[in-house]
């Protein structure tokens, strides 16, 4: 089985390009879904990060409030090391389970969308690494008007990654994402084309 590494920086474009592999008939293993589910209420996941940050993180309904633990985590590097440590391993075991399922369905090719697949050092197990990276000014602007926040939280959580430069820097294939989403499909066509 090839495994497919996806990354790329917040706002980039990243989770568009997982789509496109996707619509290609391409299983794709979705780190930030299972890391949604490694949070749900009651799991391992959850109760580490409750007892880490106390129950003000979470809804009425007991699950945990994502906007709100995010800004607590990337307005502050240690809390945000520190829920990252809290919940690699159950993250890592989560993606590990997924591809496992895929390799037992008879799967050739599988693609890895981690957002923090160098930083969570997965990259050892991808060929190719695919880094899907924007301008900074264009990166900022996208970021800000997806999730509607200011110029500060936006930086934030562009800084709490690794720099797009690194991350272009390491990766077999990079797809630049500065025009429309037709150009962006054009890219993809190319890429695939030249993989097959």
């Given at each position: 089985m090839r495994i497919v590494g996806l990354t790329g920086g917040i706002g980039t474009g990243k989770s568009t390009v997982s789509n496109l592999f996707k619509a290609h008939d391409i299983p794709v293993v979705d780190a930030d879904l299972v890391a949604r589910n490694v949070l749900k209420k009651g799991s391992g996941g959850w109760k580490k990060v409750v007892a880490a940050f106390g129950e003000d993180i979470l809804l009425e309904n007991g699950e945990v409030d994502r906007p709100k633990l995010g800004?607590?985590?990337?307005?502050?590097?240690?809390k945000r090391q520190l829920l990252n440590r809290l919940l690699a391993p159950y993250i890592s075991?989560?993606?590990?389970?997924?591809?496992?399922?895929?390799?037992m369905k008879g799967c050739k090719v599988i693609?890895?969308?981690?957002?923090?697949?160098?930083?969570?050092?997965?990259?050892k197990w991808t060929k190719p690494i695919i880094v899907v990276w924007v301008d900074p000014e264009i990166q900022l602007q996208r970021l800000m008007a997806r999730d509607r926040t200011t110029v500060e939280e936006a930086k934030n959580r562009i800084n709490a990654q690794m720099p797009l430069d690194k991350k272009r820097a390491k990766a077999d294939i990079a797809i630049c994402n500065n025009g429309s989403l037709d150009d962006l499909n054009e890219n993809f066509k190319k890429i695939t084309a030249d993989a097959d």
């Open positions: 800004q607590v985590v990337f307005s502050d590097p240690a075991s989560g993606i590990l389970v997924e591809v496992l399922k895929l390799w693609v890895l969308d981690i957002p923090l697949l160098f930083e969570a050092k997965m990259d």
